[in-house]
């Protein structure tokens, strides 16, 4: 059994800086990609950064400059560092860990329970 679990969300002031941790434990044998999502109510969950094994990293154009993905396979953790915070990153972001169970396995996603993240102005 996998359990991803977010951490780190909070409120916090326009400008200011947050940074999110996920979480892997359980059965986790290797971890492919990881990513953070982002979702508000009603609207599509939308990719907010993603990290490969190889540490190619891809981010959306709104966070580009201010957002940094991060990961240690040592510990199944991914971090996302949200800096310059701004009214409209407001959401719940999940995590979406990649891995394999055991050798020889495929890739299963894995989605964490999210974490609210909430910029005043």
């Known amino acids: 059994q996998v359990h991803v679990v977010e951490s780190g969300g909070g409120l916090v002031q326009a400008g200011e800086s947050l940074r999110l941790s996920c979480v892997a434990s359980g059965s986790v044998y290797s971890i492919n990609t990881q990513g953070w999502y982002r979702q508000a109510p009603g609207k599509q969950r939308e990719l907010v950064a993603v990290?490969?094994?190889?540490?190619?990293?891809n981010y959306s154009d709104s966070v580009k400059g201010r957002f940094t993905i991060s990961r240690d396979d040592a510990i199944n953790t991914a971090w996302l560092q949200m800096n310059s915070l701004k009214p409209e990153d407001t959401d719940v972001y999940y995590c979406?860990?990649?891995?394999?169970?055991?050798?020889?396995?495929?890739?299963?996603?894995?989605w964490g329970k999210g974490t609210l993240v909430t910029v005043s102005t």
């Open positions: 979406k860990t990649s891995l394999r169970t055991g050798a020889g396995r495929p890739n299963y996603d894995y």
């Open positions: 990290i490969a094994s190889d540490n190619t990293i």
